[in-house]
T-cell receptor, first 113, second 120 residues
Framework: QKEVEQNSGPLSVPEGAIASLNCTYS??????FFWYRQYSGKSPELIMS????GDKEDGRFTAQLNKASQYVSLLIRDSQPSDSATYLC?????????????FGAGTRLAVHP | EPEVTQTPSHQVTQMGQEVILRCVPI?????FYWYRQILGQKVEFLVS????????KSEIFDDQFSVERPDGSNFTLKIRSTKLEDSAMYFC??????????????????FGPGTRLTVL
């Protein structure tokens, strides 16, 4: 079973729409969850961290965490062409150290004008 | 805004040669990490480092790899006897702490721009 799963996409949304990105994880004891954005050939750039169940908002971004369902999502409101990138979900495991990030393969988002 | 920096941006080497990838973490950060990303694949954890010693390493991080903090600012990854399959982007990251007790949550890790390693 993959530790962190994401739909590879591409997820195509029109400019101004809401983009919804999803991630599931296998370790029920995971405590820390992150969304990173990665442009082609660049390094991961942090968008959001979330640690508790519920929603966390930061500007146009909202992260949602449901530990019971082992599910974390990222909503991007008013999507812009500059949001076109691969979005990486990363979690930490409950065993084997809690500072090791386990990444999903990423979802490619394409925002078209 | 403070950033993690890495040099070189691109390193080309012959198979069997040794390479050293360099990183300057954010100045007040205490925890340092190396990750790698083979083209088209996931970002993979290699090693974490704190207080001048390795705190955790992955199965990938075998005897071919070593890390060092040679001075107060640099953090290096050495790959001895490089192989073709070592070709990848190598990212350095740093965080202020490794997490909070007792919840054992993980602090945010900030990534450098990466070094593209090409082994011929």
């Amino acid at each position: 079973q993959k530790e962190v799963e994401q739909n590879s996409g591409p997820l195509s949304v029109p400019e101004g729409a809401i983009a919804s990105l999803n991630c599931t994880y296998s370790d029920r004891g995971s405590q820390s969850f992150f969304w990173y954005r990665q442009y082609s050939g660049k390094s991961p750039e942090l968008i959001m961290s979330i640690y508790s169940n519920g929603d966390k908002e930061d500007g146009r971004f909202t992260a949602q965490l449901n530990k019971a369902s082992q599910y974390v999502s990222l909503l991007i409101r008013d999507s812009q062409p500059s949001d076109s990138a691969t979005y990486l979900c990363a979690v930490t495991l409950s065993s084997g150290g809690y500072n090791k990030l386990i990444f999903g393969a990423g979802t490619r988002l394409a925002v078209h004008p | 805004e403070p950033e993690v920096t890495q040099t070189p941006s691109h390193q080309v080497t012959q198979m069997g040669q040794e390479v050293i990838l360099r990183c300057v973490p954010i100045s007040n950060h205490l925890y340092f990490y190396w990750y790698r990303q083979i083209l088209g694949q996931k970002v993979e954890f290699l090693v974490s480092f704190y207080n001048n010693e390795i705190s955790e390493k992955s199965e990938i991080f075998d005897d071919q790899f070593s890390v060092e903090r040679p001075d107060g600012s640099n953090f290096t990854l050495k790959i001895r006897s490089t192989k073709l399959e070592d070709s990848a982007m190598y990212f350095c990251a740093s965080s202020v702490t490794s997490g909070e007790s007792p919840r054992r949550t993980t602090d945010t890790q900030y990534f450098g721009p990466g070094t593209r390693l090409t082994v011929l």
